[in-house]
């Protein structure tokens, strides 16, 4: 998955994924009030 991400990021899409974003967890641990919802806000173009 990570070359997926790398050849998005190079080809100048925003990926909320790893630090600062989206980080993935065990399936059915998740907490669906810690996703970073004004990360992906702010990612929008405006």
């Known amino acids: 998955m990570a070359g997926h991400v ?11 994924l790893g630090e600062g974003g989206f980080v993935p967890h065990k ?3 998740g907490d669906l009030d810690a ?3 004004q990360a992906a806000i702010a990612a929008l173009p405006a």
Do not use: N, S
């Open 6 to 16: 790398a050849f998005l990021r190079e080809a100048g899409v925003t990926v909320l």
């Open 35 to 37: 996703y970073p919802w």
């Open 27 to 29: 399936p059915k641990h």
